[in-house]
C-alpha cells in the first residue's frame, strides 16, 4: 500500500495518525502552514466519497480518510515553496479490484484564514462540500460520474477569479453561487441533471456565468435583486431553454436585460449554450 508524506524531507510539518476499524483504516493528516500565507491544493481522488468543510483553524488543512487497504492506494503530500503551501492528494483503485463508496471516504477541512486555490479531479463519487467562509481565489472541478452538492453557505472573504466546473453523467446541485465572490463561472454539463442556485451576496462590478450543458437538464436560478443581461440560443428541435422574462427587457435575437442593466453598478451577465438538452432559468 502506497500511503506517504513528504514535506521537505521534515516529518514534522505533516503529520498522520492511523485507526483501525473492521477491516478499514482511518487515518487523519494534518499539515501546517508553516510560514506560509496561502495555500494550493491539487486532488485526483477516483471513486468514493467526498466532503469538505470550513474551519477556523491555524493549519493549513486536515485531512480525515477511511479506507480499505486492499483495495485504495492513497497519498497527501505536501510541499513549500516561498510563501505557498503546496498540498496534492491523490487516490487509485488497485488493479482488479472493486470498490463501493465506503472503501474510499474522505472528510478534508480547510482553514478559513488563508487563500485557497482548488482543483480536483474526481471520478464516480458522492461529494458533499461546504465551502462558505473559505477565501478561495480559484476553483476548478472536473467531477464525473457523480452525485454533488456544493454550498456556499458564507461570503467569500476573498475574489474568486474563476470557478470552473466539467460535470459528466452527474446529477449536481450547487446552492448559494452569489456568495462565492466571483468574476468568472463556467459550466459545462453532460448527461445528467444541474441545478444552479446563483442567489447571494455580489459585490461590485459584474460577474460573468458561462453554462454548456449537452445531453443534460439544468434548472438554473438567479437573483431578483440583482440587473442581468442573459444571453442564448432559442429553442430548436434538440434542447428547450425557457426563461422567467416578466423583468426583463427583449434587446435583439436571443438578448434579454433588466431595465435597469446598464446604469447598475452590480450585475450579472448569463451566457448559454445547450446541445440536445433543456434549460428553465428562473428568478427568485
Not at 469538505?52 to 510541499?79: C, L, M, T
Not at 485557497?116 to 472536473?142: H, Q, R, S, T, V
Not at 460520474?145 to 452527474?170: C, H, K, T, V
Not at 447598475?264 to 438538452?277: E, Q
Amino acid at each position: 500500500m502506497k500511503r506517504s508524506v513528504k514535506i521537505l524531507g521534515i516529518f514534522l510539518f505533516c503529520s498522520a495518525v492511523v485507526v483501525y476499524a473492521g477491516g478499514f483504516e482511518e487515518e487523519t493528516t494534518t499539515v501546517e502552514i508553516q510560514k506560509a500565507d496561502r495555500v494550493i491544493v491539487n486532488c485526483d481522488l477516483g471513486a468514493g466519497e467526498f466532503r469538505i468543510n470550513p474551519g477556523d483553524i491555524s493549519e493549513a488543512a486536515i485531512v480525515d480518510v477511511k479506507f480499505d487497504p486492499k483495495v485504495i492506494r492513497y497519498d497527501i503530500d505536501s510541499d513549500y515553496r516561498g510563501s505557498r503551501c503546496y498540498i496534492d492528494m491523490e487516490s487509485d483503485v488497485r488493479r482488479h479490484s472493486n470498490i463501493d463508496s465506503e472503501g474510499n471516504v474522505w472528510d478534508i477541512q480547510f482553514s478559513t484564514r488563508y487563500p485557497l486555490e482548488l482543483d480536483m479531479d474526481i471520478g464516480a463519487c458522492e461529494a458533499e462540500f461546504e465551502l462558505g467562509g473559505i477565501p478561495l481565489e480559484e476553483f476548478n472541478l472536473d467531477i464525473g460520474a457523480a452525485s454533488g452538492e456544493i454550498l456556499f453557505s458564507e461570503p467569500n472573504p476573498s475574489r474568486l477569479e474563476e470557478i470552473e466546473i466539467d460535470a459528466g453523467a452527474s446529477s449536481l446541485t450547487m446552492e448559494m453561487i452569489g456568495n462565492a465572490n466571483f468574476k468568472e463561472f463556467s459550466f459545462s454539463g453532460g448527461a445528467g441533471s444541474f441545478d444552479l442556485d446563483f442567489r447571494g451576496k455580489y459585490n461590485s462590478g459584474t460577474a460573468y456565468i458561462d453554462i454548456d450543458v449537452g445531453l443534460g437538464s439544468g434548472d438554473i436560478i438567479l437573483p431578483k435583486d440583482v440587473s442581468v443581461r442573459i444571453e442564448y440560443d432559442g429553442s430548436n428541435w434538440f434542447s428547450s431553454v425557457d426563461i422567467d422574462d416578466r423583468h426583463l427587457d427583449d434587446i435583439d435575437d436571443g438578448i434579454l436585460e433588466s431595465r435597469d442593466f446598464e446604469d447598475a453598478d452590480t450585475r450579472i451577465v448569463v451566457r448559454l449554450n445547450v446541445g440536445m438538452g433543456s434549460l428553465d432559468v428562473k428568478f427568485r
